[in-house]
């Protein structure tokens, strides 16, 4: 079957624009991650969506950043106003299955200039 | 703070050769703990998980857990040079969200 699907793939946006960011979870998976991998440095945890549940956004490094769940399945990351250091390899999880392990798809490699 | 110590590398091994990868975490509230492969410019992908204390193996893959000492390892028998990747160990939350803290990777090199 299908794995977790993200778009874009690449991203190049100016300081200052909004960018949104998609991921389309593997089908039947309730749990959904985004994760965030900037350059040299290892995958920080955003934000946690559990089916149609609000979501735990205590991972999200400031106001800017929201995402969205719609009916238990897409997920949308918006990044507000970016910045230079918002430049990062953005990934996004789903988690389910027997042996309930996060697989990850391709990510969103987002470049602000 | 939670963290996860990885030695970042890169380990160079000759192919044919085993090759040992070593992570100490802090949380010992963690359960489950899983081995991600991530080569350059990917998404990691899994590996194996092992959540009880001893050894557990997959092919060529062994991982390897002790909770007391809040250690875990992952050996690769009989390394190859598609196995030259950057290496992630994650432990998981023990918490409702289980989200997995990674360390920042162990670069391995497999030489022909």
């Known amino acids: 079957g299908a794995g977790v699907s993200q778009s874009p793939s690449n991203k190049v946006t100016e300081k200052g624009k909004d960018v949104e960011l998609r991921c389309d979870p593997i089908?039947?998976?309730?749990?959904l991650y985004w994760y965030r991998q900037s350059l040299g440095q290892g995958l920080e945890f955003l934000i946690y969506?559990?089916?149609?549940?609000?979501?735990?956004k205590s991972g999200l490094p400031s106001d800017r950043f929201s995402a969205e769940r719609t009916g238990g399945s897409v997920s949308t990351l918006t990044i507000q106003r970016t910045q230079q250091e918002d430049s990062a390899v953005y990934l996004c999880?789903?988690?389910?299955?027997?042996?309930?392990?996060?697989?990850f798809g391709p990510g969103t490699r987002l470049l602000v200039l | 703070q939670k963290e996860v110590e990885q030695n970042s590398g890169p380990l160079s091994v000759p192919e044919g050769a085993i090759a040992s990868l070593n992570c100490t975490y802090s949380?010992?509230?963690?359960?489950?703990f899983f081995w991600y492969r991530q080569y350059s410019g990917k998404s990691p992908e899994l590996i194996m998980f092992?959540?009880?204390?001893g050894d557990k193996e997959d092919g060529r893959f062994t991982a390897q857990l002790n909770k007391a000492s809040q250690y875990v390892s992952l050996l690769i028998r009989d390394s190859q040079p598609s196995d030259s990747a950057t290496y992630l160990c994650?432990?998981?939350?023990?918490?409702?969200?289980?989200?997995?803290?990674f360390g920042s990777g162990t670069r391995l090199q497999v030489q022909p």
């Open positions: 994650a432990p998981e939350e023990d918490t409702g969200r289980r989200a997995l803290t």
């Open positions: 089908s039947g998976h309730t749990a």
């Open positions: 092992i959540y009880s204390n």
């Open positions: 949380d010992r509230g963690s359960q489950s």
């Open positions: 999880a789903s988690r389910g299955g027997r042996g309930e392990t996060q697989y």
């Open positions: 969506f559990q089916g149609n549940s609000a979501p735990d």
